[in-house]
């Protein structure tokens, strides 16, 4: 139900990293992980990707997605947070930092 309910902003950035259009890393949209669904999951790096509304930047919100992020982190996932206006007005910097955060990724999983 969620993938057909997107936002905007998650449909933008969908349009970018759908059908491995990101350096050939597979993305899905609305992962669930327990009782927690990401918006956007590469499992291939344990990379999660949540856009924030403004919902996000109460203190309630920041509080819950500081206990999401602790929990998932706990999982080996590292999530990295966009603001709506980063997607809609700076989309090529947000898709440059998941690059950055996708190879950190598979670096750390990729033996030395």
Not at 16 to 30: E, I, S, T
Not at 42 to 67: M, V, W
Not at 104 to 110: E, I, L, N, P, R
């Amino acid at each position: 139900m969620l993938r057909h309910q997107q936002t905007p902003e998650e449909s933008i950035l969908w349009q970018r990293l759908r059908n491995r259009k990101l350096n050939g890393f597979r993305f899905v949209r609305q992962f669930s992980v327990d009782q927690f669904v990401l918006d956007f999951y590469c499992p291939d790096c344990l990379l999660g990707i949540e856009i924030d509304g403004s919902q996000h930047f109460t203190d309630e919100g920041r509080k819950n997605d500081a206990e999401r992020t602790k929990m998932l982190e706990t999982r080996n996932i590292r999530v990295i947070r966009f603001r709506n206006d980063e997607i809609r007005d700076s989309l090529d910097v947000v898709v440059e930092a998941i690059h950055v955060a996708l190879q950190d990724q598979h670096s750390k999983k990729s033996p030395s």
